[in-house]
Nanobody, 114 residues
Framework: QVQLVESGGGLVQPGGSLRLSCAAS????????MNWYRQAPGKERELVAR????????VYADSVKGRFTISRDHPKNTVHLQMNSLSAEDTAVYLC???????WGQGTQVTVSS
């Protein structure tokens, strides 16, 4: 079955960190652009980070620059999103996306609260 499965979300205090993972099954992520999006209640879906097929090029939303890092693990067919210095504004459902296949994961909830 071709799918993306996110993991690693949860409840974290302001200033804390989380590492999200997006594992692909049924196909290889190699050399495919991969995106992380997020959607907060009442807000539009927002592109958070993008990584090139080789992993050499990355793009970030202004709101997360310097705090979030996207990376890929080719042998494990996985893409990660390391999130540091989290604040309440980062609370959202985070979704992994493979645009070449128009494929989305089910999302993982990140809640930043004291």
């Amino acid at each position: 079955q071709v799918q993306l499965v996110e993991s690693g979300g949860g409840l974290v205090q302001p200033g804390g960190s989380l590492r999200l993972s997006c594992a692909a099954s049924g196909f290889t992520l190699n050399y495919s652009i991969m995106n992380w999006y997020r959607q907060a209640p009442g807000k539009e879906r927002e592109l958070v980070a993008r990584i090139s097929g080789s992993g050499a090029s990355t793009v970030y939303a202004d709101s997360v620059k310097g705090r979030f890092t996207i990376s890929r693990d080719h042998p494990k067919n996985t893409v990660h999103l390391q999130m540091n210095s989290l604040s309440a504004e980062d609370t959202a459902v985070y979704l992994c996306n493979a645009p070449s296949r128009n494929l989305w994961g089910q999302g993982t909830q990140v809640t930043v609260s004291s």
